[in-house]
């Protein structure tokens, strides 16, 4: 599976930024994608994840009712729309697919794609 994120930027807080990852190379509706950002001097992190054949998604208690992630069947591609952005969210984001079930741990995940930088300004 090949993973192509895009849509990273610079944005001012309370500001919104969609992130987008275009998934090739294998049937993806029998995969879980997920979305993990990294911030500066810190460990990566868990964001969300969607089971592609439900829908069935799963955020992370900091970003929830801000962030959603969702999926577009004929386009193969995972989206995080990200809404009120604080500047803590500033991070490289990255995107993974795995064949298990819907989960945050990021070892069980075994496809990532490269990062795309997100900064959020105050």
């Not at 807080?13 to 294998?26: D, F, H, I, N, P």
């Not at 990566?44 to 577009?72: M, N, P, Q």
């Amino acid at each position: 599976v090949q993973l192509q994120a895009s849509g990273g930027g610079l944005v001012q807080a309370v500001g919104s930024l969609r992130l987008s990852c275009a998934a090739s190379g294998r049937t993806v509706s029998s995969l879980t994608m997920g979305w993990f950002r990294q911030p500066p001097g810190k460990e990566r992190e868990f964001v969300a994840a969607i089971l592609w054949r439900s829908g069935t998604t799963y955020h992370a208690d900091s970003v929830k009712g801000r962030f959603t992630i969702s999926r577009d069947n004929a386009k193969n591609t995972v989206y995080l729309q990200m809404n009120s952005l604080k500047p803590e969210d500033t991070a490289v984001y990255y995107c993974a697919a795995g064949r298990m079930l819907i989960t945050s741990a990021q070892e069980q995940y075994d496809y990532w794609g490269q990062g795309t930088q997100v900064t959020v300004s105050s």
